[in-house]
């Protein structure tokens, strides 16, 4: 159980176009998402957290205008990057807050690259 | 604040022989504490979680880890190291009290097996 999927598992574009990634919890609503960004060698950056039928709270330095996302259902969140850019290429990974009596727990998706051109 | 070190970046086993990663930690309140495994370009898999139970917790995969208030300490131990445990291993905190549910990582554990 407590199963995350995302997609796509990898992505390629060109600068100036938008990339969606989408999160799901297969197994289980997940009221709380997570958005995470990480870096070659190095840990996960939390980027965002994600609560069904609100607006997403952004981490201090993560431009809410070029990384959009909506958490529209118990089981579905999704992060746009738009106007994507070279910098932008990294492993974007999701995470759902765990159902009742695990919900002090995160399940991970398995990430998504995404190479901009 | 919270905050956790995991003092080794990398460490080297031989196959077959006992691993320790570890992992000090500093929180607040009351800490959950998590030890995730992440192979090459995968997502985090779930090893183990201490939430004011036993202190001593046992995970997948034969690991164990030991939560010690006394040394702020949550080290992850296997007695006998395979080939596929090679991967990255991250010690995680998170406030039990808090309700944003947010995670604070350790920079990670490089864990490598010598055949």
């Known amino acids: 159980g407590a199963v995350v999927s995302q997609h796509p598992s990898w992505v390629i574009c060109k600068s100036g176009t938008s990339v969606k990634i989408e999160c799901r919890s297969l197994?289980?609503?997940?009221?709380?998402m997570f958005w995470y960004r990480q870096f070659p060698k190095q840990s996960l950056m939390l980027m965002a957290t994600s609560n069904e039928g609100s607006k997403a709270t952004y981490e201090q330095g993560v431009e809410k205008d070029k990384f959009l996302i909506n958490h529209a259902s118990l089981t579905l969140s999704t992060l746009t990057v738009t106007s994507a850019h070279p910098e932008d290429s990294s492993f974007y990974i999701c995470?759902?807050?765990?159902?009742?009596?695990?919900?002090?727990?995160?399940?991970f998706g398995p990430g998504t690259r995404l190479t901009v051109l | 604040a919270q905050s956790v070190t995991q003092l080794d970046s990398h460490v080297s086993v031989s196959e077959g022989t006992p691993v320790l990663l570890r992992c000090n930690y500093s929180?607040?309140?009351?800490?959950?504490l998590f030890w995730y495994v992440q192979h090459p370009n995968k997502g985090l898999q779930l090893l183990l979680k201490y939430t004011s139970a036993a202190t001593l917790v046992k995970g997948i995969n034969g690991f164990e880890a030991e939560f010690k208030k006394s040394e702020t300490s949550f080290h992850l131990t296997k007695p006998s190291a395979h080939m596929s445990d090679a991967a990255e291993y991250f010690c995680v905190v998170s406030d039990r009290m808090d309700s944003s549910y947010k995670l604070i990582f350790g920079s990670g554990t490089r864990l490598l097996v010598r055949p």
């Open positions: 929180s607040s309140y009351s800490p959950s």
């Open positions: 197994d289980f609503q997940a009221t709380t």
């Open positions: 995470s759902a807050r765990g159902p009742w009596g695990q919900t002090d727990t995160q399940y």
